[in-house]
C-alpha cells in the first residue's frame, strides 16, 4: 500500500516507476533547473495575483530594474556582491557538512574587523592601508567562526547552535559600539546608530565612473575562484570533501576532523566577512547595521541555490542581486509590496531544492509484476 | 505440549543471500526455545520474520495452529507475539510508565496514566519484576532500561516473547536476574524465545534449534547432547575448500616482535567494559588469527591497535617504541596498515572515486602533492598501476568506489594499506561477505605480507580459515582473552567453548 503512492496508475500491463539514478545526468540536472525556474516564476505569479498587482507589469519592471540597463547591471553586480561572498562560506562550510548559520554574525564581525582596523592603520600608504583593513575584516569574520569550530571541538557544542547565539551577540555588541558606544557618530544633532564616515582612504575604488560597482565585486569573483581551487585542487579541499561525505572514514586514516572543522570555520568565517567589508567600504562607506541585515542568511539560499559549487554560488548571487535590484523598480512601477522580495527567494528556494532531489531520479517504465 | 508459534518451510531473501531457506521451527507453550548459531547464520532474519517485521518470500507461520500473515509487528502484536531487540526503541526523556504507555493504541485520544498504572505495577509484581516506574528511563541502568523493554511487551498481553541476545548489553549479575525471571515467566505459561550465542545461556534452555547459513541444522535438548556437539553443529561438520597455507617455513621463522600489547583496558562510552586487560604480541612474519563472536572486543582492540582510539591503562609499543595515546597519524607515519571490518563506513569515502580513495590518509604526503596542490597527474599515475597490480575491475580510476562491488572495493583498501604501511597489517574481517574467489585473493595477499616480513593481525569469524592461515589463534570473548591456541593442534571445539567463554583466566 505504502510503496504504490509513489507509482503511477497502471497503464495496461506496465507502470512508471521512480528510480535513484547512479550517474546523474548533467542535461537533465539542467531541466530539473529550468523547471525549477518555471516553477518558481509562476507560483510568484500566483503569489502576485493575490497581492492585486498586475503580474506583467511587475515582472517587466523586475527584469527592467534587474538587467534593463547598463546603469541596472551595474546595480545589479553591486547588490550581488555581498551574496555571493556569503554564498562561498556557505558552500565551504556545508560541503565539510558543518551545518554553519553563523554567515550572518561572521558579515558583521567582518565589517567590525574592518572598521577597527581602518581607525588603527590609518595614515598608512593607501597601497597597503587598504589591504590591511580587508585583511582585518577577514580576521574579524574568521575569529568568530573559528570560535563556534572550537566549541564544538572541545566541548561537542552543536554549530548550528552556537552560531545563531553567536549571530544575536554580535548584533548586540555593534549595536552597543555604534548606538551610544565608543564608535557613534558624534558631530550629527540626531543619534543614528551609525559610525562616522570611513577614511575615503578605505573606500573600495569603484569600478565603473558614477555607479555603484566596485571593486569588491571582482574580489567575490576570485574569492569563488580561489573556493573552487581550494577545494578541488588541494589537500585541505580533499580534507573538507572527505570530511563531508564520511568524516568516519577520514579520521580512521588520521585526519584530526577537529582541526579540519576549526579551519573550515576560519575559511568560511574570512569569506564572511569579506561580505561585510564590501558592503560597508564599497557602498555604505560608513559602519552601519541595517545595510548588513539578512545577507548572511540569503547567502546560506545563495550557496544551496549554486548546489554547493562556486561558479553556481556566483550565478546565483548574481540572479539574487538582480531580484533586490529589480524589486525597487517592481516596487515603484507595479505597486507591489516590498516584502514579497523576499518571499520570491524563498519560493526559489523551494523550487530549486526540488529540482536538486529530482535530478537524482528517474522516471521508468517497468513490467507490471502483478 | 502444543505449538503456539511455528514457522512452516520459511524462506526469506536478500539481494544476493538467502538468509533463511526451508526454515521450520516451533515454540510451545510455557517453553524456553534457544536459536542458536553463527553471526549471519540467520537468527535474526528469522525471529525478524516471526515478529513480523520481514515478509517472508516463502512458507508461512502459524500462530496456534492457524496460519498468520504478519504484514507488519502491529499484526504480530495483535497476536501476542512480543519482541525485545538489542538496541532498545525507549524515549529517555519519558517516565517508565510513559514509555510502556506511549504508542500502545489502546489509550486513544486521551492517556489514562491511572489505569495503566495499575496494570503494569500489577504485572511487575506478577513477575517479580522490581523497577521505579515513575522513573525517567534515561537514568535507569541498561539492565533496567531491558526490563522496561519486556514490560512494553507484557502491557500488550504478549503470550510469545522474542528476546534478541539480551544479555549482550547486561552485566554478569544482571544476566543471572533475567534468567531468573525468564524461567518465572516459563512456569507462568509464557513461551519465551531466546536467541543467543552464550553456551552457557543455550544450555539453560529447554530445547535448541541450531541454524547455520540460513539453514535449521537441528532441534536439540541441551539434556542430550554436550557442549561439544552443539559447537559442532553450530561451525559445520563439511570443512570447505579453503585456502591453506603453505607451513614448511614455519620452523625457521624470525621471532623478532613488532607489536607488544600489554594490559590494554578500555571502557566505552556506554560504560561497559569493551576491552579487559588484554596482553598478545606479533612477531614479524607472523599472523595471529583472532577468533570470536563479533562484539566482544575485537573492534575496540583493533581502534586501539590503529590509534583510532586510545586506551584507558595498558601499554602498545611498536617495534619496542611507546605508542599508546599517540593520533592514529602517527601510527600510519610508523607503518601500520590497517583493513576495518565496516569497509564503506570505516574505510572509504564511498562518493570519491577509486583514485581519490587510493590515497586517503596520503592525501598531504610529497609523492602525491605538488607544492601546495594535488598531484592529479602523479596520483592517477600511481593509483592507475595498483588498479592493475591488485585487479580491481572497473572501467576507470574515476569511478566511484561506491559503484564498485563488496570484492572490487576491498580490494581498493588493501591496495592502499599494503602500499602505504611497512610493518603491521590489521585486518578485521578482511573477507566478510565477499564471494569466494575474492576471499582466496584477499588471503593470498595476507599470505605475501606475512612472506615480506609483516605482522599480520587476522580476525575472521571463518574458523577454518584461521586455523589454515594462522601461525597461533588469540580468542576473545567479552572483552577478554580467553585462550591463545597452536592452530596445528586445537580444535574447531577448543576454539568454539573459548568464544563461548569457556576456560576463563588462561593466560595470554
Same mark, same amino acid.
Given at each position: 500500500m505504502t510503496s504504490s503512492s509513489l507509482e503511477a496508475q497502471p497503464v495496461q500491463k506496465s507502470k512508471l516507476k521512480i528510480e535513484r539514478r547512479v550517474n546523474p545526468k548533467a542535461s537533465w540536472t539542467l531541466a530539473m533547473y529550468l523547471l525549477a525556474i518555471i516553477f518558481g516564476f509562476a507560483l510568484t505569479a500566483l503569489l502576485l495575483m493575490t497581492s492585486g498587482a498586475d503580474v506583467l507589469k511587475a515582472f517587466t519592471a523586475l527584469f527592467k530594474g534587474a538587467f534593463g540597463s547598463p546603469k541596472a547591471i551595474y546595480s545589479t553586480l553591486a547588490k550581488s556582491t555581498p551574496l555571493i561572498l556569503t554564498g562561498l562560506a556557505t558552500v565551504v562550510a556545508f560541503r565539510a557538512q558543518v551545518w554553519s548559520i553563523g554567515q550572518e554574525g561572521q558579515v558583521y564581525a567582518g565589517a567590525m574587523g574592518a572598521y577597527f582596523g581602518c581607525l588603527v592603520f590609518l595614515g598608512l600608504p593607501v597601497w597597503i592601508y587598504l589591504p590591511v583593513v580587508v585583511l582585518s575584516g577577514m580576521i574579524g569574520g574568521a575569529l568568530l567562526g573559528g570560535l563556534a569550530a572550537y566549541l564544538k571541538d572541545r566541548f561537542d557544542v552543536n554549530e548550528i547552535i552556537s552560531t545563531v547565539m553567536m549571530n544575536y551577540l554580535i548584533v548586540f555588541l555593534l549595536s552597543y559600539l555604534i548606538g551610544g558606544g565608543p564608535w557613534t557618530e558624534v558631530s550629527t544633532t540626531v543619534v543614528y546608530q551609525q559610525t562616522e564616515p570611513v577614511p575615503e582612504a578605505s573606500h573600495l575604488p569603484f569600478l565603473v565612473a558614477k555607479s555603484k560597482l566596485h571593486i569588491g565585486f571582482i574580489i567575490a569573483l576570485v574569492s569563488a575562484l580561489v573556493c573552487y581551487v581550494l577545494l578541488e585542487k588541494t589537500p585541505l579541499g580533499y580534507e573538507i570533501r572527505a570530511m563531508g561525505f564520511n568524516p568516519i572514514a577520514l579520521a580512521y586514516r588520521g585526519t584530526n576532523i577537529g582541526r579540519t572543522t576549526i579551519l573550515v570555520m576560519m575559511i568560511s568565517g574570512a569569506i564572511a566577512g569579506l561580505a561585510g567589508v564590501a558592503e560597508i567600504f564599497g557602498t555604505t562607506h560608513r559602519l552601519r547595521a541595517d545595510t548588513l541585515y539578512n545577507l548572511g542568511y540569503t547567502g546560506i539560499i545563495i550557496g544551496m541555490i549554486g548546489g554547493l559549487r562556486p561558479l553556481g554560488t556566483v550565478v546565483a548571487g548574481i540572479a539574487f542581486g538582480g531580484l533586490a535590484s529589480g524589486a525597487l523598480y517592481m516596487k515603484l512601477l507595479a505597486q507591489v509590496p516590498s516584502a514579497l522580495v523576499p518571499a520570491m527567494q524563498g519560493i526559489m528556494l523551494l523550487t530549486f531544492l526540488c529540482a536538486a532531489v529530482a535530478a537524482r531520479y528517474k522516471l521508468v517504465r517497468t513490467k507490471s509484476d502483478g | 505440549m502444543s505449538a503456539i508459534l511455528k514457522a512452516v518451510n520459511l524462506t526469506k531473501r536478500f539481494p544476493g543471500v538467502i538468509a533463511n531457506e526451508d526454515v521450520n521451527f516451533e515454540l510451545r507453550v510455557g517453553e524456553v526455545h534457544c536459536l542458536f548459531g553463527e553471526n549471519g547464520a540467520g537468527k535474526s532474519t528469522l525471529s525478524s520474520c516471526l515478529f513480523g517485521f520481514y515478509q517472508p518470500e516463502g512458507g508461512h507461520i502459524e500462530i496456534n495452529g492457524e496460519v498468520a500473515n504478519f504484514k507488519s509487528p502491529r499484526d504480530a502484536i495483535h497476536m501476542g507475539v512480543g519482541m525485545v531487540h538489542q538496541h532498545f526503541v525507549l524515549v529517555s526523556e519519558f517516565s517508565v510508565l510513559e514509555n510502556i504507555v506511549v504508542g500502545t493504541h489502546e489509550s486513544g485520544w486521551r492517556l489514562n496514566l491511572a489505569d495503566a498504572r495499575q496494570r503494569v505495577a500489577g504485572l511487575c509484581a506478577e513477575y517479580s519484576i522490581d523497577l521505579d516506574i515513575d522513573a525517567r528511563v534515561g537514568d535507569l541502568a541498561v539492565g533496567q532500561q531491558q526490563w522496561v523493554e519486556i514490560l512494553k511487551a507484557l502491557y500488550l498481553d504478549a503470550k510469545v516473547l522474542i528476546l534478541d541476545e539480551p544479555s549482550a548489553v547486561l552485566t554478569p549479575e544482571e544476566a543471572l536476574r533475567l534468567f531468573r525471571i525468564i524461567d518465572h515467566m516459563k512456569e507462568l505459561g509464557l513461551s519465551i524465545l531466546l536467541i543467543s550465542h552464550k553456551m552457557v545461556e543455550v544450555m539453560k534452555a529447554d530445547r535448541v534449534t541450531v541454524l547455520r547459513k540460513g539453514k535449521v541444522v537441528g532441534t536439540v535438548r541441551p539434556a542430550d547432547v554436550t557442549p561439544n556437539e552443539l559447537t559442532r553443529m553450530m561451525v559445520g561438520r563439511d570443512v570447505e575448500l579453503r585456502m591453506v597455507r603453505d607451513r614448511s617455513d614455519d620452523a625457521g621463522? &624470525?621471532? &623478532?616482535?613488532?607489536l607488544n600489547v600489554e594490559n590494554v583496558s578500555y571502557r566505552n562510552s556506554r560504560g561497559k567494559l569493551a576491552l579487559d586487560n588484554v596482553s598478545l604480541h606479533i612477531a614479524k612474519g607472523e599472523i595471529l588469527g583472532l577468533a570470536g563472536v563479533s562484539g566482544n572486543g575485537q573492534k575496540e582492540l583493533f581502534e586501539i591497535l590503529s590509534g583510532v582510539l586510545i586506551p584507558d591503562s595498558g601499554n602498545l609499543s611498536l617495534d619496542g617504541e611507546r605508542i599508546e595515546g599517540l593520533p592514529s597519524r602517527h601510527y600510519m607515519d610508523r607503518g601500520v596498515g590497517m583493513v576495518p571490518d565496516d569497509r564503506f563506513r570505516e574505510g572509504l569515502i564511498p562518493e570519491f572515486n577509486i583514485r581519490e580513495n587510493m590515497i586517503l590518509g596520503w592525501q598531504r604526503h610529497d609523492d602525491y602533492t605538488n607544492g601546495i596542490f594535488l598531484d592529479q597527474k602523479q596520483i592517477g599515475t600511481i593509483a592507475d598501476g595498483l588498479i592493475d597490480e591488485f585487479q580491481i575491475a572497473t572501467p576507470s580510476g574515476a569511478t566511484p568506489v561506491n559503484h564498485l562491488s563488496g570484492g572490487n572495493a576491498q580490494k581498493v583498501i588493501l591496495a592502499r594499506e599494503f602500499v602505504h604501511s611497512s610493518k603491521l597489517l590489521l585486518a578485521n574481517q578482511p573477507t566478510r561477505g565477499l564471494d569466494l574467489g575474492v576471499i582466496e585473493y584477499v588471503y593470498k595477499q595476507i599470505i605475501s605480507k606475512r612472506e615480506d616480513g609483516y605482522a599480520v593481525l587476522l580476525a575472521s569469524e571463518e574458523l577454518e580459515d584461521l586455523l589454515n592461515l594462522s601461525d597461533r589463534i588469540a580468542v576473545m570473548s567479552g572483552g577478554r582473552i580467553t585462550g591463545i591456541v597452536d592452530p596445528q593442534t586445537t580444535s574447531i571445539e577448543e576454539i568454539g567453548l573459548l568464544m563461548a567463554g569457556g576456560k576463563q583466566d588462561q593466560a595470554a
Open positions: - | 621463522r &624470525e621471532h &623478532e616482535t613488532v
